[in-house]
């Protein structure tokens, strides 16, 4: 991509009301876009970030036998009254909506219901099952306050995956299964040191759930971890009676901020009974699905990356999410030359700053900003010495090459 | 994709009110699910064919310059109450909805006024255009009626490309390029020969707009045709005024039924004038920017494809939009064998039927129903000739092959 055919532009300011990092960074680096808070437009480079992790999701879920579809967005309440969830008393962050043919409509804060009404259509005897369905799709939440960004939205994107069992024995094994597919992605996503999996309430049918908190001051959420980090609890569960179960103590522990970006939770027969979800078993006789769904904040997790990595220049990317892996910078005449024939090697490799009339120091600073893994500068200078330089963003480590020995490495 | 591991299958009935035959025939076939009139879930094989045409769609608009973002669908009223369109009477086909913080939002109908707004801060001078934006977004429209199936949404998926510009010149230039990326899309979707560009009224600061009109008997929108098909007038514009323009008479047009698949504007200062984007041209004068916008219905596209090509057996989807190549079943001990070791050659290509206890006659009819190009039989029979059989949806043709001929083919 070329910096001078993109309307994309860093931005001095971020929106005035925006006071998360990640809101600031992203905007000002040209990423996203605030519509009002809580709610954002994706810009080219960060519907990129956003594609990346959805692939990486994709591939991991892939590998379990999940497979994708599309659910909408608009809600039919008659679904959601049968679980009791339609009520603004008891889930309070509906928007709702009426149709002008009559009756009301939701926003989907959630799609439990409805891919559990869909199954019923598919869903007959225990040779259908086990089942495991997800999709990558907006979110509506209609949230008090909205301030950390895209870490909390009003609109966000979410990957939610459901689990369609005969039986409590299969519903387990998928849940481990996910366990593994989500450390997976936390690793492939560069976040993988620093996201834990913590116990979390359960609910009606399970004693507890399961919550992969990512340790980030600006989290949310509270979560206690022992020594080793090799156990922790969410605050909601770090009791003296859940403790003794595991034979802890409380002292044994240190709370640490951290953000939710994921969670998978054993629903048993949470929607499967109320929305009659059932199959018939072996033996010729009608028993509930055993349910259980995981959860990924999908843009969220851009935003945690941020606040991971990020640094007082600006944004830094892990390579597997970064929109482009180098930031290629041309320098002068012969600099332009040199930088258009590496360009051409695999524009889909690098964000092209081709921008005339910009200095060297401003073209610096915006791919300081912008977080790309890897710069490149091609300059007459540097050209004068048969070399270009490449400095890993991260950790401002510069390496000198020829064009041919770095082209070679592509 | 195997069979015996989707959770869609093959259903006899569709939902009783629904009439029309793309949503009856892809019900039953298991690409989509009805939630509400007018509100669809996408299934995997259904996601598949939107997938393939979102794909046509970006390649075609890469080749024109134009770039890739994601609009929020909650909609900020300010913008719309500029350009007068927040207002019911205006635009009578707004879901709206309360924020619990206070005020109203919207669901996006369409993203005009949005990227407008967006775009001020990014466009300062006349060296920052021209620009070209899209996306690939959901739309709502709170339609009074929706029986068409995926014809007409209430929940629906468009590609909306706006153009900014400083000269009229250019937009035209621009105006033109989407012309010819248009038929090319359609042409790739395999509805090319049937889809003609028809002038349609132009609002105020143009005198026409066109529209993309896939001529099928389903067509909510009448237009006229010459005898050539060389020219085409929607209903709003075929006027003895309007005629006498391009010297022609009424008597030399037939009508014909058709459906909307895309509509290309220019807008010039429709919206960047009360939304206020302007630019310093070259002798340092604010100018406001020129504008078009394009659009492509592509949740429509894909009841299109079903209405113009479906018969009585089921789907038939053109090689470029199916979800699969190859519809592969396999019958008997032997056919298993040779089935599997054709699917492994190249997963991405087959949607293998191995359904055990599944008769031939029901496997051979859900491959009609579901309309994948090419059904590829594996059967006992056929092997002790040492042949497969690959049998085109669209014709019946059959042609025998050695299962090596066959892979070396792929």
């Known amino acids: 991509m070329r910096f001078s055919k993109t309307f994309i532009k860093t931005l001095r300011n971020a929106p005035k009301d925006e006071t998360a990092k990640n809101g600031i960074l992203l905007t000002r680096a040209g990423y996203i876009y605030k519509e009002l808070a809580g709610i954002y437009d994706y810009l080219p480079l960060g519907l990129r970030v956003i594609e990346n992790i959805k692939s990486i999701i994709r591939d991991e879920l892939g590998k379990i036998g999940c497979e994708e579809v599309s659910l909408s967005l608009l809600q039919n309440p008659e679904l959601w009254e049968k ?78 995956l459901y689990s369609f069992t005969a039986t409590e024995e299969e519903l387990n094994d998928f849940y481990s299964k996910v366990e593994i597919a989500y450390k997976n992605i936390f690793d492939r996503l560069g976040i993988g040191s620093d996201t834990f999996e913590a116990f979390a309430s359960g609910g009606i049918f399970s004693k507890y759930s399961h919550e992969f908190q990512t340790v980030t001051e600006v989290g949310e959420d509270t979560v206690w971890f022992n020594k080793d980090n090799s156990l922790a609890f969410n605050d909601e569960v770090f009791n ?20 939710e970006v994921g969670n998978i939770f054993k629903l048993k027969f949470k929607y499967s009974e109320p929305l009659d979800l059932k199959f018939m078993n072996q033996e010729n006789q009608n028993q509930t699905v055993y349910m259980g769904c995981y959860g990924i904040g999908v843009s969220r997790l851009m935003g945690v990356i941020v606040e991971k990595f990020a640094d007082e220049k600006g944004l830094i990317w892990p390579e597997n999410v970064a929109p482009f892996k180098y930031h290629l910078v041309a320098i002068g005449e012969n600099g332009e030359k040199e930088a258009e024939k ?63 020995e770095f082209i070679a490495k592509l």
Chains 1, 2 share one sequence.
Request: aromatic share 10%.
């Open 342 to 404: 590496i360009y051409e090697k695999n524009e889909n490799l690098f964000f092209y700053d081709d921008r005339k009339s910009v200095r060297f120091g401003e073209k610096m600073s915006d791919a300081e900003l912008m977080g790309i893994p890897y710069v490149v500068l091609v300059s007459d200078r540097l050209l004068a010495e048969g070399k270009i330089e490449i400095t890993k963003r991260e950790t401002n480590e510069k390496t000198l090459l020829t064009t041919d």
């Open 83 to 160: 679980t009791g969830r339609w009520d603004d008393k008891e889930v309070d962050i509906w928007f709702k909506t009426k149709l002008s043919a009559g009756g009301e409509l939701g926003l989907a804060p959630t799609h439990e219901e409805p891919i559990t009404s869909l199954l019923k259509s598919y869903v007959k005897s225990y040779k259908d099952l086990p089942l495991y369905v997800y999709q990558i799709q907006n979110k509506f939440r209609n949230e008090l306050r909205a301030k950390s960004g895209i870490l909390r939205g009003r609109e966000f994107l979410m990957k939610d």
């Open 240 to 259: 003296d009676e859940v403790l003794s179960e595991f034979n802890c103590k409380k002292e044994d522990f240190t709370a640490k901020k951290a953000c």
